[in-house]
Every structure is written in structure tokens, then in C-alpha cells.
């Protein structure tokens, strides 16, 4: 059952669970664009191609929040909002091990694997690689894990699990960061808890939080 947390004419934000992909794959699996486009045929009573612009996505194992464009005005003044780096995403992440500095920013460059389809982590700007940068601060230590809040100030492919990965901290059941053991429903233990970002007619503020997942703190 889709979970809209937002709507307009223009823009929809919605909850993704872990295990769905945000757009369609080679595997053919259904996505969660299939599924927004299906409320929004059936709320407006719409035949044929529905419009929906992907503005950013979450890998498959995370949850959060997810934002797209209902409309070609929306989807570009979003994407002009991102590119100004005026909407803010945050998340929270459980990561392994306990963080040397209950504050931080990580800084580094990053390479997209197509092979592995991993991030190649760097301390230094190599050849064809992207700046990546984001601030995280501990909430509170969970049976020997760290639960921390992370700011995104860049969205590179796979950034916050290498980084931290990189770190020596990768994400609580990333294995195809380092992380120790997988979660039973293969996730990872990421969410992205909180979008802040302006509507796309008007420039009103819009904020969308969302709980942590239960199985985050239990």
C-alpha cells in the first residue's frame, strides 16, 4: 500500500520501504514509480502514460522518503532547487562500532564501479572522480553500534555507505560495504527521515519528517 506524505499539482512525496527499487531495473521487478503512477491513474481517473519525474532516488535496500515531479514545471524547478543545493535531505543510519568523534565531516572523492556497481573511495581527487561531502552527528550508541544524523550535502552514488565504509564504520548490515552480518529482510540500516525543500509555484517552505523504523532502535 503507497504511503503519500505530500501532495500538489505539481509534486508527490511518498515513503519507499526497503527492498523496492525507486525506478525500473534490468530484474523487472516492480518499482516504486509503478506504483505512484498507478495512484495517480487511478485517483485522477487518467488513461495512457502518466508523467513522473524522478528527481533523486534511494537504493534498493533503504527506506525513506522519496519526492517526485507530477509535472515538467515541476520537475524543473526541483531540479533546479538540487542543483542549487536548496533542498536539503537528512538521514539517519546505524552504523557499526562506536565513532571516534561524536561529530564530524567527511570529505572525499568518489568513482562509480559499473562492474560491481560499488563506489571506489578516494582521499584525493583522482581522474573521473566526484566530490562527496556530508556532515553526521552521533544520536545515541545501540548495542555496541552508533545511530547517527546525517546531513547529505552532496548525492553521489552510493556515498553515505562508502564513506562510511571508508571510515571503518560501515552500515549496519551492508555487506557489500564490509558490514559484518545482513539484516533478515536484507536491508541496510538506512532512512531517509527528513526532506526540506519549496514548493514549486508560491516558494512555500516544505518540511516532511518521518519516526525512525522500529528496527533502528530495538
Same mark, same amino acid.
Given at each position: ?11 508527490? !512525496?511518498?515513503?519507499?520501504? !526497503? ?37 533523486? $532516488? ?9 519526492? @517526485? ?6 520537475? %524543473? ?14 538521514? %539517519? *543510519? ?12 567527511? #570529505? ?12 571506489? #573511495? @578516494?582521499? $584525493? ?34 556515498? #553515505?555507505? !562508502?564513506?562510511? *565504509? ?21 536491508? #541496510? *540500516?538506512?532512512? *531517509? ?26
Amino acid at each position: 500500500m503507497l504511503k503519500v506524505l505530500y501532495e500538489d499539482n505539481h509534486l508527490i !512525496a511518498v515513503l519507499k520501504p !526497503a527492498g523496492l527499487a525507486t525506478q525500473g531495473d534490468e530484474t523487472g521487478d516492480v518499482c516504486l514509480m509503478d506504483e505512484v503512477k498507478d495512484y495517480l491513474k487511478e485517483k485522477y481517473k487518467k488513461t495512457g502514460n502518466v508523467f513522473l519525474g524522478l528527481l533523486h $532516488r534511494l537504493d534498493r535496500p533503504v527506506s525513506g522518503i522519496v519526492l @517526485f515531479a507530477k509535472t515538467s514545471k515541476g520537475a %524543473s524547478r526541483l531540479s533546479e532547487q538540487i542543483r542549487n543545493h536548496e533542498m536539503k535531505k537528512e538521514y %539517519s *543510519a546505524l552504523v557499526e562500532g562506536k565513532l571516534k568523534n561524536r561529530k564530524g565531516t567527511l #570529505i572525499n572523492f568518489l568513482k562509480h564501479n559499473e562492474k560491481n556497481n560499488k563506489a571506489e #573511495i @578516494f582521499d $584525493r581527487e583522482v581522474p573521473d572522480s566526484q566530490r562527496a561531502e556530508l556532515d553526521y552527528e552521533v544520536i545515541k550508541e545501540i548495542k555496541g553500534n552508533t545511530l547517527v544524523k546525517i546531513n547529505l550535502k552532496t548525492g553521489r552514488h552510493h556515498q #553515505i555507505r !562508502a564513506q562510511f *565504509a571508508h571510515l571503518g564504520h560501515p552500515l549496519v548490515g551492508d555487506i557489500k560495504y564490509g558490514a559484518k552480518n545482513p539484516l533478515p529482510d536484507k536491508s #541496510i *540500516a538506512l532512512f *531517509a527521515d527528513k526532506l526540506t525543500f519549496k514548493t514549486a509555484t508560491g516558494d512555500k517552505d516544505v518540511v516532511l519528517e518521518m519516526p525512525l523504523p522500529k528496527n533502528f532502535i530495538d
